[in-house]
């Protein structure tokens, strides 16, 4: 068995899946996805909206988290993609049981709580908020109604604030996480590519999370492309993407094909611009699962604001602590002991 295939969930005499992972390195890939979808978004976030011609006229290669943008970002600061994500992290947090191993008994946050939190975040003033995600809640203020109607617009918003419930729900049955993707998405976003990239997105965090490799990880991305063949991410180089899934998802896809490590992925996908903290988040989320907070770059660790990097931190921490997976390592360990 080779080392990129370590860490495959094993069936017991029981029936349970057997995690290969300790509970402090699950921790660690943890807090590497929530950090790395922050670092991801404070790096892009400068770039955003500029194409790749206009990043090397003004940057050569932009590998710094320096702040600006059209946002004029202070240094380390970051977007709706980091501060939604912890909007809906604080709603599990304050809504979810504890876990008994097999997901059944999480209490998932619903549609209506997944709405009051992403309103609480609004009314906030974040720093930037896309039109999709603002339609929705606004839609629910007047309507009552959490959930969006199915609509032509396969934006990446719910996508790039899903990683709460890959954390959450790790280890956890699999209708389970369908359900919490699908209740947090339909606050703003009811179409079936969206619905098939969130849930791809969180399939790979939770195979980096259980040590899978970047060989699995790719894999997911192919059938993700064999059941929907328009996120076909070879051939053709993808620049300077909207926020449409389908054109986010090539770019974050193409970008870990091309450069497997953390660091060369990110400035790989932030330099291509557009949506460049969003690609960003997204890359950054699954591979800094795939390589824990201790081997993400330190100048870009230190370079983030320190107010963000200290709640990613905890939410991370909390969720998967909270999760089927984290209950099933300690049993593990009792039984061992």
């Not at 670092?39 to 003004?58: K, N, W």
């Not at 709580?113 to 995600?133: E, L, N, Q, S, Y």
């Not at 179409?191 to 699995?216: H, S």
């Not at 081997?295 to 604001?305: E, N």
Request: charged share 20%; proline share 4%; aromatic share 6%.
């Amino acid at each position: 068995m080779g080392d990129e295939e370590q860490g495959e969930n094993e069936v017991n005499d029981n029936g349970d899946f057997r995690l290969d992972v300790s509970a402090q390195v699950l921790r660690d890939r943890a807090c590497g996805a929530m950090l790395g979808l922050s670092i991801g978004d404070a790096l892009g976030a400068t770039v955003e909206f500029m194409t790749p011609r206009e990043i090397q006229a003004q940057y050569g290669v932009h590998d710094r988290i320096r702040g600006g943008g059209w946002l004029r970002l202070k240094p380390g600061g970051v977007t709706d993609d980091t501060t939604m994500t912890l909007a809906l992290a604080d709603a599990w947090l304050e809504h979810a049981g504890g876990a008994r191993g097999d997901g059944q008994d999480i209490e998932i946050p619903d549609a209506e709580t997944c709405a009051r939190a992403f309103d609480t975040w609004m009314r906030g003033k974040p720093v930037d908020i896309g039109h999709t995600v603002r339609r929705g809640i606004v839609r629910w203020r007047l309507s009552g109604s959490a959930i969006t109607v199915p609509s032509d617009d396969a934006g990446n918003g719910a996508t790039m604030r899903c990683l709460p419930v890959a954390l959450a729900l790790f280890g956890g049955a699999p209708d389970s996480i369908v359900s919490a993707t699908l209740a947090q998405a339909r606050v703003t976003h009811n179409n079936p590519l969206t619905d098939a990239a969130t849930l791809c997105v969180i399939d790979m965090v939770q195979i980096a999370l259980r040590g899978g490799g970047q060989a699995a990880l790719m894999e997911r991305a192919r059938q993700l492309a064999i059941e929907h063949p328009l996120f076909e991410f070879h051939g053709r180089r993808v620049d300077n993407p909207s926020a449409y899934i389908v054109d986010t998802m090539r770019v974050v896809f193409q970008g870990m094909a091309a450069f497997p490590a953390f660091e060369g992925a990110i400035i790989d996908i932030v330099n291509r611009g557009g949506d460049a903290d969003t690609t960003a988040a997204i890359a950054g989320m699954m591979l800094g699962a795939l390589a824990g907070q201790a081997a993400l770059p330190r100048r870009w660790l230190d370079a983030l604001d320190a107010a963000p990097r200290a709640a990613c931190i905890a939410a991370a921490t909390r969720l998967i602590e909270r999760s089927p997976g984290w209950a099933q390592i300690e049993r593990q360990r009792l039984i061992k002991a």
